[in-house]
Structures are given as structure tokens and as C-alpha cells.
């Protein structure tokens, strides 16, 4: 458990422990979640997005609009 | 005088690219235009469409899905119904059952007050803890 000081402008410090253990850095933008406690994490980057991505898809194939919904129409309502 | 606001909407095909970056120009064209940009409206039906292409299409696992609707909904300059999707995606990703729909129609109904929602889905009907029944 940390403790931390809020100002009157409302900014509180984030310790350095915790900053080096989730890789916060400066200028960084956060996320601050209200879920009945707050929870600061870090904003998703899409370029992190699109590394993590290419990773996990297999074959990319050219999509069109409604592809997606068609396999969903298919498999649910589709005959067996 | 007031600067004018940049906004516009964005469609899932332009979501997609920016975050599968498949066609590299198209993805940083569309990172640019969120960069330059106010804020941008991105509707409901996008976002329901989204997951259904990194399902259906690209096989992408729930939480992955998840992940990057996410990385969308967190964004300040997307105009989004982020309050509902919350729930809808907690929803998602805990039931593997569910399709994207079913989760964002009881959503819906639950937002609404407008429960009970009916159904023949007995999927849905099981998970909604009495929220959805048969009518």
C-alpha cells in the first residue's frame, strides 16, 4: 500500500515504484476508471494495438462491410 | 474568436485498419485524422460490427476483442456510447455464449428499464440473472 497527497488542484503523485513497475512515463496519458474505487491505467496506444494485432491474426483477408455480420446471421440463423 | 471544432464520425471499415494496421497508409491516415480532429462520432452500430469482423473474420479470442474496442471507447476524442459498453463488453467477455448482440440488446433493455427482455434465445434467458425471459 502507498500513500499520496492530493493538491488543491486536484494532482496527486504516482510513486516511482509504481511507475517503473508499469512503465508510466512522462507525458504518458493515463486512464482513470471510476468503478466504486479509481483505477489508473494506461490508455491503450494504437500502434501497440496494431503489433499485439498482427501477432494473434493468422491471415489477414480483405474484409467488406457486412462480413461480419453474415457469418453471424449464418451460424445463428442459418441452416444446420 | 472561438476556434471551429474539428469532428466528423468514423465507419468500421477506418476503425479496423487503424488498429489491424493491414494497410499500413490507410491506418496512419486515419491515426492522423484522429490526431487533427475535436472529436469524432463513433455509433453504436460500428462498434457492434467491429467485434463481429475480429470474430467472425479475423478470429480474434474475446478478450483480444475486447482489448481493442477498448482502445477505442478509452480515446477522449471518440464520441461513443462508452457508459453502455462497458457493461456490454464485461458482458462479452464473460460469456462466451452470448453474441455481441445478445449482450448489447440486454444492455439495452437494462439501460431502458425495460425489463424483462423477451426472448427464445435460452442462452440469453439463462445468463441474463432473470433479466430476459420467453415470452
Not at chain 1, 72 to 77: F, L, N, Q, T
Not at chain 2, 2 to 28: H, W
Not at chain 2, 110 to 119: A, G
Request: charge should be positive; proline fraction near 3%.
Amino acid at each position: 500500500m502507498y500513500k499520496t497527497t492530493i493538491t488543491s488542484q486536484g494532482t496527486i503523485s504516482i510513486p516511482a515504484v509504481l511507475r517503473k513497475k508499469y512503465g508510466f512515463v512522462t507525458g504518458e496519458k493515463l486512464m482513470i476508471e471510476d468503478t466504486g474505487k479509481i483505477v489508473v491505467s494506461k490508455a491503450p496506444n494504437f500502434a501497440d494495438m496494431r503489433k499485439m494485432n498482427q501477432k494473434a491474426i493468422k491471415k489477414f483477408v480483405p474484409y467488406k462491410s457486412g462480413d461480419g455480420f453474415a457469418a453471424h446471421v449464418i451460424e445463428k440463423y442459418g441452416k444446420k | 474568436m472561438a476556434k471551429n471544432k474539428t469532428t466528423g464520425s468514423l465507419d468500421t471499415n477506418t476503425l479496423l485498419r487503424l488498429l489491424l494496421g493491414d494497410v499500413p497508409k490507410q491506418a496512419q491516415s486515419v491515426e492522423l485524422l484522429i490526431e487533427q480532429s475535436d472529436q469524432l462520432e463513433v455509433s453504436d452500430a460500428v462498434i457492434i460490427e467491429m467485434v463481429f469482423v475480429l470474430e467472425k473474420v479475423y478470429y480474434l479470442e474475446r478478450s483480444m476483442i475486447v482489448t481493442n474496442i477498448h482502445s477505442i471507447l478509452s480515446n477522449p476524442k471518440m464520441n461513443c456510447n462508452r457508459g453502455m459498453f462497458k457493461h456490454v463488453l464485461d458482458l462479452y467477455e464473460a460469456e462466451s455464449k452470448l453474441s455481441i448482440v445478445d449482450c448489447a440488446v440486454l444492455q439495452y433493455a437494462r439501460v431502458h428499464k425495460s425489463t424483462p427482455l423477451y426472448s427464445f434465445d435460452k442462452a440469453l434467458v439463462k445468463k441474463s440473472r432473470g433479466d430476459c425471459v420467453t415470452p
